[in-house]
T-cell receptor, first 111, second 114 residues
Framework: GQNIDQPTEMTATEGAIVQINCTYQ??????LFWYQQHAGEAPTFLSY????GLEEKGRFSSFLSRSKGYSYLLLKELQMKDSASYLC????????????FGSGTKLNVKP | SQTIHQWPATLVQPVGSPLSLECTVE??????LYWYRQAAGRGLQLLFY??????ISSEVPQNLSASRPQDRQFILSSKKLLLSDSGFYLC?????????????FGPGTRLTVL
């Protein structure tokens, strides 16, 4: 089966840095993806990791350790518009690109 | 560029009524297609996925079904809705071939069953 865990909710201050963790246990592993979802909207793709290490995309970075079944999303220079839910998704082994999503972490950015 | 459409945007249906949600993708061919459901404040649950016309795989047993009558058309159906079918239904697509392509989501349909 698939087990993906994220904290339910986090609060951070505008301009700060926040790290959102994701741990997973899946049957095989192809890649880990992070999505942002504003309330009432569809998720939008942020980043993905296939190999161990850090992937940086502007203010957002994502890290992966496959041996530990662990990833984090790092958001720098937080802005109010970053208030959203952040979803971790794992693609297990296979060629049909299935994703299994965690329950998401709701991030509240305060002034 | 590719776009994905879903309709309707919102739907209120009585218990026991049928359901048909439609999703279409433009600008690509032979995409992988997916249906997800998101309950309020929860993550996304994969319901169905398809790698080609007429090919449907179900993830969770339920009273919903899916069909793919054309390459870029994906339909979610039910003969009789239950209260527990309420939720936010999202269609997504990805490029076929590689095993770790990101998925792109449609705008979603918010379904309320009364």
């Amino acid at each position: 089966g698939q087990n993906i865990d994220q904290p339910t909710e986090m609060t951070a201050t505008e301009g700060a840095i926040v790290q959102i963790n994701c741990t997973y246990q899946t049957s095989g592993f192809n890649g880990l993806f992070w999505y942002q979802q504003h309330a009432g909207e569809a998720p939008t793709f942020l980043s993905y990791n296939v190999l161990d290490g850090l992937e940086e995309k502007g203010r957002f970075s994502s890290f992966l350790s496959r041996s530990k079944g662990y990833s984090y999303l790092l958001l720098k220079e937080l802005q109010m518009k970053d208030s959203a839910s952040y979803l971790c998704a794992v693609s297990p082994r296979g060629n049909f690109n299935k994703f299994y999503f965690g329950s998401g972490t709701k991030l509240n950015v305060k002034p | 560029s590719q776009t994905i459409h879903q309709w309707p945007a919102t739907l209120v249906q009585p218990v026991g009524s049928p359901l048909s949600l439609e999703c279409t993708v433009e600008g690509t061919s032979n995409p992988n297609l997916y249906w997800y459901r998101q309950a309020a404040g929860r993550g996304l649950q994969l319901l169905f996925y398809s790698v080609g016309i007429g090919q449907i795989s179900s993830e969770v047993p339920q009273n919903l079904s899916a069909s793919r009558p054309q390459d870029r058309q994906f339909i979610l159906s039910s003969k009789k809705l239950l209260l527990s079918d309420s939720g936010f239904y999202l269609c997504a697509w990805s490029f076929s071939g590689r095993s770790y392509n990101e998925q792109f989501f449609g705008p979603g349909t918010r379904l309320t069953v009364l």
